[in-house]
């Protein structure tokens, strides 16, 4: 059973930055593309950022340039670097694999002045 759990969030003004972790309880070998998604109040889940196992990287449009995804294969940890972060990014941030159900409790990001 594959168990993620995140960290790192937290409040911040905007134009700060926050690195969220992805902890995996299996070896993230075994897990070919690994993803960010985040979710705001009264509005869908969104698929933010994504990274296969050989690094190739996706990010939605309103992110690109200030967000960057990695993942740690031998740590079994996904990271997502947050800079110059905007009012809108304010969000409960999750990792999971596409089309798996890996879902975690998530972790808040708040950015406000």
């Known amino acids: 059973q594959v168990q993620l759990v995140e960290s790192g969030g937290g409040s911040v003004q905007p134009g700060g930055s926050l690195r969220l972790s992805c902890a995996a309880s299996?070896?993230?070998?075994?897990?070919?593309?690994m993803a960010w998604y985040r979710q705001a109040p009264g509005k869908q889940r969104e698929l933010v950022a994504s990274i296969t196992i050989s690094g190739d990287t996706n990010y939605v449009d309103s992110v690109k340039g200030r967000f960057f995804i990695s993942r740690d294969n031998f740590k079994n940890t996904m990271y997502l670097q947050m800079n110059s972060l905007k009012p809108e990014d304010t969000a409960v941030y999750y990792c999971?694999?596409?089309?798996?159900?890996?879902w975690g409790q998530g972790t808040q990001v708040t950015v406000s002045s």
């Open positions: 299996v070896r993230i070998f075994s897990i070919s593309v």
């Open positions: 999971n694999s596409p089309g798996k159900n890996y």
